[in-house]
């Protein structure tokens, strides 16, 4: 792992943010996972890759699922929203 941050965000929602960042020889990847303080909303994880390896870059997400808010697991789309109950 090339890096990692760990931060609050606010904005239309808020809650913890940590983004884990791997380095590669000619491009960075990584993952997103933001913890929404409102546990009515799921919390996700995002997945992204750079085209370069630059301080300064754009970057397109390659995929965004939802955490299971019963297990902490990232989760394919939906059944993290489900209750059983």
């Known amino acids: 792992m090339k890096g990692q941050w760990i931060g609050s ?3 239309s929602n808020n809650g913890l943010i940590i983004v884990n960042i791997d380095e590669h ?3 960075f990847e990584g993952v997103a996972y933001i913890n929404e303080s409102n ?3 799921p919390s996700t994880a995002a997945f992204f890759k750079t085209t370069i390896q630059d301080n300064k870059f754009q970057f397109r997400t390659k995929w965004i699922s939802p955490i299971n808010r019963f ?3 990232i989760d394919s789309a939906g059944s993290s929203l489900k209750c059983n109950a």
């Open 9 to 11: 965000y606010d904005g």
């Open 25 to 27: 020889p000619s491009y």
């Open 39 to 41: 546990n009515n909303l």
């Open 71 to 73: 297990t902490g697991v």
